[in-house]
């Protein structure tokens, strides 16, 4: 069957809350890194976490990159940003 790369950043910003949001921030929503998309989390709710279960059921292969989600908060740092592209563009 196919391949899929496995991935994103999904942030809810509000601009009027001071500072930024750093990495750390996003490590303490759901921030995984390569195989660590595959660790359990039941009842997390995360999306990434259904379209896991889906595509292992359909025989999908999964490349993971690094899926970030964090919590709503101030605009996301340049630099964190570029941290996650990054990761992802080098696992594509």
Do not use: C, W
């Not at 995360?46 to 989600?69: H, K, R």
């Amino acid at each position: 069957m196919g391949r899929v790369l496995l991935g994103g950043i999904k942030h809810e910003t509000n601009s009027f809350v001071p500072g930024i949001t750093d990495l750390d921030a996003l490590r303490r929503g759901a921030l995984f890194e390569g195989e660590d998309i595959f660790s359990p989390r039941p009842g997390s709710g995360q999306e990434i976490d259904g379209i896991i279960q889906v595509t292992q059921e359909e025989g999908i292969d999964l490349v993971p990159t690094i899926p970030a989600s964090g919590y709503p908060g101030p605009p996301v740092a340049d630099v964190t940003y570029q941290y996650v592209k990054e990761h992802f563009l080098e696992a594509a």
